[in-house]
């Protein structure tokens, strides 16, 4: 009997890598490495290198790695690597093929949480959608007709950095919102809206507001099927959803707002998940 066929997915995070083997619907166990963060161009990849050591073997197909920068997707090359300041530009892909000899897909981290939606959480059976992932930032993935759109640049989906108000959305519309304009930490706001804090409750109204007006914005640029919100912000959906919903509904394509679907990431994984989904979305 043949062994089903596996992908490793990597998801490269700030301070840690994590990984693990996919297939089909099974994933396997989780394997993490520590960053050195500040370390050299060849010492980070190392740290890749001793992760992804752990988890090949002969019925690995290839690999997928999600990172938190710009991509060139077709080259596999990784540019200014958030929080590695030696990663200015990593031939990624090339290094990895090299030594594992198995196909390398290298992209950015929000287009794998969508991918992982996409193939394994929510977003099955959809023609589009959106994942978007509202955290510290604000990020996002985008499926158009099945495929993931990563745009020319990988540069697609970036909808935080759009001019809004005096600032960005993202300013606005992330879960720094409230020290960015209140001087307030997010998980003390959130802790206080779980008592029911009125001013904590009314902080979401506005967080709510801007996300929506952001919504709106992707709405009317790709008129998804489907948005799934991913990030740290998703746990507060209740308290903002009212809101953002209002918001929502002043489309002035009110078929387009009945009609759309927002749904908040119930999926374990997604990084690595989606890490591996590139391979899928390659058409292999």
Request: glycine letters at 10%; hydrophobic letters at 40%; charged letters at 20%.
């Amino acid at each position: 009997m043949m062994a089903a066929k596996k992908i490793i997915g990597i998801d490269l995070g700030a301070t840690n890598l994590r990984g693990a083997c996919v297939s089909e619907n099974n994933i396997s166990e989780i394997q993490s490495q520590r960053i050195k963060s500040n370390g050299t161009v060849s010492e980070v990849l190392d740290d890749v290198f001793a992760l992804t050591d752990t988890l090949i073997d002969d019925n690995v197909k290839a690999i997928g790695i999600g990172v938190p920068g710009v991509v060139d997707i077709e080259e596999g090359i990784v540019y200014d690597v958030i929080y590695i300041p030696s990663w200015k530009e990593v031939h990624l892909k090339k290094y990895m093929e090299q030594r594992y000899n198995v196909p390398v897909f290298v992209n950015n981290d929000a287009n794998c949480f969508a991918l992982g939606e996409y193939h394994f959480g929510k977003g099955k059976g959809y023609n589009s959608m959106v994942g978007l992932t509202v955290g510290t930032g604000v990020g996002a993935g985008i499926i158009i007709n099945k495929k993931l759109y990563p745009g020319h640049n990988c540069g697609a989906g970036e909808f935080g950095t759009v001019d809004y108000l005096d600032k960005i959305y993202e300013y606005y519309c992330s879960g720094s919102f409230f020290k960015n304009v209140y001087g307030l930490e997010g998980e003390f706001v959130f802790e206080q809206a779980k008592q029911q804090d009125a001013q904590a409750l009314k902080l979401y109204d506005e967080l709510g507001e801007h996300l929506g007006n952001c919504i709106k914005m992707i709405m009317y640029t790709y008129d998804p099927q489907l948005i799934i919100l991913g990030g740290s912000v998703r746990h507060a959906y209740e308290y903002f959803q009212e809101a953002m919903w209002k918001r929502i509904k002043t489309c002035v394509f009110t078929k387009s707002a009945e009609r759309l679907i927002i749904e908040t990431s119930s999926l374990h994984n997604s990084g690595i998940l989606g890490a591996a989904a590139l391979y899928y979305d390659a058409g292999k």
